[in-house]
């Protein structure tokens, strides 16, 4: 069993900065694909960004292209997600996900063995 906790979540203003971060509770984290998902308010839940197992190939959503950026510290058993530019509609909270494979995360989230708790981001002024 594979728990991921997130951090780093808060209220910032708009076009501001956050780094959220998910932790792994496994030995073997650089066997796992990563994710990022959110949901807003009464909003499915939408794909963010991606992250092989490696960190060599990355996938990000084209709402959020321009301004976030995923990365991971396999020996921290991390993986990262840099915000900027933060805006209203960016408020939602953002899920880590992991899959135990070589591939991108898809964006309907297929095959996601596990989900974090959640972090909430809140942007506004």
């Known amino acids: 069993q594979v728990q991921l906790v997130e951090s780093g979540g808060g209220l910032v203003q708009p076009g501001g900065s956050l780094r959220l971060s998910c932790t792994a509770s496994v030995r073997t984290f650089g066997s796992y694909a990563m994710g990022w998902f959110r949901q807003a308010p009464g909003k499915e839940r939408e794909f963010v960004a991606a992250?092989?197992?490696?960190?060599?190939?990355?996938s990000l959503a084209d709402s959020v292209k321009d301004r976030f950026n995923i990365y991971r510290e396999n020996a921290k058993n991390t993986v990262y997600l840099q915000m900027n530019s933060l805006k209203p509609e960016d408020t939602a909270v953002y899920y880590c996900a992991a899959k135990g494979t070589q591939s991108l995360l898809t964006s309907n989230a297929s095959g996601v063995q596990y989900w974090g708790k959640g972090t909430l981001v809140s942007v506004s002024s």
């Open positions: 992250i092989t197992w490696s960190g060599g190939a990355t």
